[in-house]
């Protein structure tokens, strides 16, 4: 069982920065992928971003040259820094990742942009 912890959320103005980090606990093996999605209230939840362990990047193209996901030094640790936030940034983020054919999920972490 992968439990998966998110940290990081918070208030920011608009332009401002924000660094989420997730940890992943519960298993001895290399996850493959790690993302990053978001929900905002009344949307559906939506993928952001996602790193290989390799360190392959994808990204929605909200979050292209704006934000930068990355691999942690410790294993099954992930960043997602957000520069240039904007209000249409605000959700709740949340950490995902799959092993064996099971997806898992944390609990999420708010980030609110104000204008």
């Known amino acids: 069982q992968v439990q998966l912890v998110e940290s990081g959320g918070g208030l920011v103005q608009a332009g401002g920065s924000l660094r989420l980090s997730c940890a992943a606990s519960g298993t001895r093996f290399t996850l493959n992928v790690m993302r990053w999605f978001r929900q905002a209230p009344g949307k559906q939840r939506e993928l952001v971003a996602s790193v290989a362990s390799g360190g392959g990047t994808n990204y929605a193209n909200s979050a292209k040259g704006r934000f930068t996901i990355s691999n942690g030094n410790a294993q099954n640790t992930v960043y997602l820094q957000m520069n240039s936030l904007k209000p249409e940034d605000t959700a709740v983020y949340y950490c995902?990742?799959?092993?064996?054919?099971?997806?898992?999920w944390g609990q999420g972490t708010q980030v609110t942009v104000s204008s």
């Open positions: 995902n990742t799959d092993l064996f054919g099971k997806y898992y």
